[in-house]
């Protein structure tokens, strides 16, 4: 199995930008997909992106598109997301999380889980 840690929430003014990381250990991070979900306060879990562990294809919710970028470095075990243009529906907490399968259905969970970065969007 992987254990996942993310980083680099925090608060950031509208318009601003921030960087998310999801660091790897356990196992060797190209046997996963690896999914960004988030959850604002009083919703449930949305998923954001997902980069896929076969080809490296990227998925991303219509309310990101354009504006976030996912990205994975294997040999780091690390996997980012940008986050641009940010406005304060995008507060919530960000998770990452860790399939073996592919992001077709991402959006329904995967497997495992970090405890996730909050990220405070606000002036």
């Known amino acids: 199995q992987v254990q996942l840690v993310e980083s680099g929430g925090g608060l950031v003014q509208p318009g601003g930008s921030l960087r998310l990381s999801c660091a790897a250990s356990?196992?060797?991070?190209?046997?996963?997909?690896i999914g960004w979900f988030r959850q604002a306060p009083g919703k449930g879990r949305e998923g954001v992106s997902c980069i896929s562990r076969h080809d490296g294809s990227t998925y991303y919710s219509d309310s990101v598109k354009g504006r976030f970028t996912i990205s994975r470095d294997n040999a780091k075990n690390m996997v980012y997301l940008r986050m641009n243009s940010l406005n304060s529906e995008d507060t919530a907490v960000y998770y990452c999380?860790?399939?073996?399968?592919?992001?077709?259905?991402?959006?329904?969970?995967?497997?495992?889980w970090g405890k996730g970065t909050l990220v405070t969007v606000s002036s």
């Open positions: 999380a860790a399939d073996h399968w592919g992001c077709l259905d991402y959006t329904d969970g995967m497997t495992y």
């Open positions: 356990g196992s060797t991070l190209d046997y996963y997909s």
